[in-house]
């Protein structure tokens, strides 16, 4: 049962466009989110969370909007950069006290590749 | 520039040998993943640690896989014996718990052990 769900493996978009990843959940339990950037042969890296009691989380380039009726988060980047070419976890978390912290359960990962 | 510290980097080794994975987290960071990457399954959550005490290991087949943290500064995993099916890239993680606050769900990864398991 995958309760984080990217439905899009591969995502190609034109430098200085914008770039759209969407995120599907399950567990209505669920009320912290977040995106990883990967590169080939690195870890995982933190890009941007947003709590449940927002809709929006800004931060740079980079904008999540949450959207709890439809359980959907997607993640925008405004304008798309050759660097941005990674793969891109969507992540989810509980926060029900102590024993979920960190928890996070992931998506498959969509790969972005931004063409000069 | 605090990162996550996993060796070995890659590991080639014979199916039914040991494997063992070693982590330094982060200094100051209470709380220890291990996740799995493999092409099917994404990343999964193995095994997880705060304060050294093991929280939730339900995602680790526990025939053949254990993890520890002998001390604060060192998370294992280990494989015995090793099965082609364990080939994965093996990343560890740390965090600290912010207080009651969502936002201390950050998790920082290290750059993963590769194993292939023939």
């Known amino acids: 049962d995958q309760q984080v769900k990217q439905n899009s493996p591969s995502l190609s978009v034109q430098e200085g466009r914008i770039s759209i990843l969407n995120c599907d959940y399950t567990?209505?339990?669920?009320?912290?989110f977040l995106w990883y950037k990967k590169y080939p042969a690195e870890g995982p890296t933190f890009l941007i969370s947003i709590s449940s009691i927002k809709d929006k989380n800004e931060d740079g380039r980079f904008t999540v909007f949450l959207n709890k009726s439809a359980k959907h988060l997607s993640l925008h980047i405004v304008p798309s950069q050759p660097g941005d070419s990674a793969v891109y976890f969507c992540a989810a978390s509980a926060f029900a006290g102590g024993t979920s912290y960190g928890k996070l359960t992931f998506g498959q990962g969509t790969i972005l590749t931004v063409h000069p | 520039d605090a990162r996550v510290t996993q060796t070995p980097r890659h590991k080639v080794t014979e199916m039914g040998q040991e494997v063992t994975m070693r982590c330094q987290p982060i200094l100051g960071h209470n709380t220890v993943f291990w996740y799995r990457q493999t092409m099917m399954q994404g990343l999964e959550l193995l095994a997880y640690?705060?304060?050294?005490?093991?929280?939730?290991d339900s995602g680790m087949p526990k025939d053949r896989f254990s993890a520890e943290m002998p001390d604060a500064t060192l998370a294992t995993l280990k494989i015995q014996p090793s099965e082609p099916r364990d080939s994965a890239v093996y990343f560890c993680?740390?965090?600290?718990?912010?207080?009651?606050?969502?936002?201390?769900?950050?998790?920082?990864f290290g750059e993963g052990s590769w194993l292939t398991v023939v």
């Open positions: 993680a740390s965090g600290t718990r912010g207080i009651a606050s969502p936002s201390g769900n950050t998790i920082y």
């Open positions: 567990n209505s339990m669920f009320d912290y």
């Open positions: 640690f705060r304060n050294r005490a093991p929280l939730d």
